[in-house]
């Protein structure tokens, strides 16, 4: 399958069209922002590392009967997906506390939380994608009663398999942020899962290995994502 036109270009990754409709691939790069763009850096290798390792998750997912947007890695940063229509919405999952979760409630980073949360948040840079609730969900018709219903247990349902797969890797999942699409109407995921979008922490030392440490400035942000990437592949 070949590239064609040029349809999004991300923070983090280039989508292109193909000569069949059904498919897009994506290119994953380099480039790295945080603060809603106003930080902005090149962490070397990072595409490479979050193209392979979201391929792994996903094929560890479908084996796990969660429906994913992966359907074949071409090369190090480009992997054909499926093409679908995603739903405008950032889901996040947390299990312990930290980020903007540990700033809102005032509770301190690494608390781990009685039972894990979802939360959702529009996806519009010019708005800061706001945090979005069920209610208005329905009421701006972003999504149906079922979509909302079947979005929130298949979320969970991934947390609960990519908790248990980290765990015997040696590293926490703190949270992380996952986009939904529709297909043939059905919801997918259609994300990427990396140290991008997850926070992961060492499970003896608690040590950082995702890209809080480009947004805190503490530096090794490289050798993390190698890190993870060679946890995964082991
Ligand atoms: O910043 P916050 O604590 O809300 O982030 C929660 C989780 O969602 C983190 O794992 C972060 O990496 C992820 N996230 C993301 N993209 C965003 C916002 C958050 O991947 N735009």
Same mark, same amino acid.
């Given at each position: 399958m070949?590239k064609?036109t =040029?349809?999004y270009? +991300?923070? $983090?990754?280039k989508?292109?069209?193909t000569?069949d409709? *059904?498919?897009?691939?994506v290119?994953?790069?380099?480039? $790295?922002? $945080?603060?809603?763009?106003?930080?902005?850096?090149? &962490?070397?290798g990072?595409?490479?590392?979050?193209n392979?390792m979201s391929n792994i998750m996903? *094929?560890?997912l479908?084996e796990?009967? &969660?429906?994913t947007?992966?359907v074949?890695?071409?090369n190090?940063r480009?992997?054909v997906v499926k093409a679908?229509e995603?739903?405008p919405l950032?889901?996040?999952?947390?299990?312990?506390a $930290?980020?903007?979760?540990s700033? *809102?409630f005032g509770v301190?980073e690494g608390?781990?939380?009685?039972?894990?949360?979802l939360e959702?948040?529009?996806?519009?840079d010019?708005?800061g994608?706001p945090? &979005?609730?069920d209610y208005h969900?329905?009421?701006?018709?972003?999504a149906?009663?079922?979509?909302l219903q079947?979005?929130s247990?298949m979320?969970?349902k991934i947390?609960?398999?990519?908790?248990?797969y980290?765990d015997?890797? +040696?590293?926490k999942?703190i949270?992380?942020?996952?986009?939904?699409? *529709?297909?043939?109407?059905?919801?997918?995921l259609?994300?990427?899962?990396?140290?991008d979008?997850?926070?992961f922490?060492d499970?003896?030392?608690?040590?950082k290995l995702?890209?809080?440490r480009?947004?805190?400035d503490?530096g090794?942000?490289?050798e993390?994502?190698?890190?993870? =990437?060679?946890?995964?592949?082991k």
């Amino acid at each position: 399958m070949e590239k064609q036109t =040029l349809l999004y270009e +991300g923070k $983090a990754k280039k989508v292109y069209t193909t000569e069949d409709e *059904r498919y897009y691939i994506v290119s994953y790069k380099d480039d $790295a922002t $945080a603060f809603n763009g106003e930080k902005k850096g090149t &962490i070397l290798g990072k595409g490479v590392v979050n193209n392979r390792m979201s391929n792994i998750m996903c *094929r560890m997912l479908e084996e796990n009967g &969660i429906q994913t947007h992966y359907v074949e890695e071409l090369n190090d940063r480009e992997t054909v997906v499926k093409a679908v229509e995603i739903v405008p919405l950032e889901v996040i999952v947390r299990n312990v506390a $930290a980020g903007s979760f540990s700033k *809102r409630f005032g509770v301190e980073e690494g608390t781990v939380l009685k039972n894990p949360t979802l939360e959702f948040c529009l996806k519009d840079d010019a708005l800061g994608d706001p945090m &979005i609730n069920d209610y208005h969900i329905l009421a701006l018709g972003i999504a149906t009663p079922e979509e909302l219903q079947i979005m929130s247990e298949m979320t969970f349902k991934i947390n609960a398999l990519l908790k248990e797969y980290f765990d015997k890797i +040696g590293v926490k999942l703190i949270d992380f942020k996952i986009e939904l699409g *529709r297909v043939d109407g059905k919801i997918i995921l259609a994300d990427e899962i990396s140290p991008d979008t997850c926070r992961f922490w060492d499970k003896e030392t608690n040590k950082k290995l995702d890209k809080d440490r480009f947004r805190r400035d503490m530096g090794g942000v490289e050798e993390v994502y190698a890190e993870m =990437l060679n946890r995964v592949t082991k």
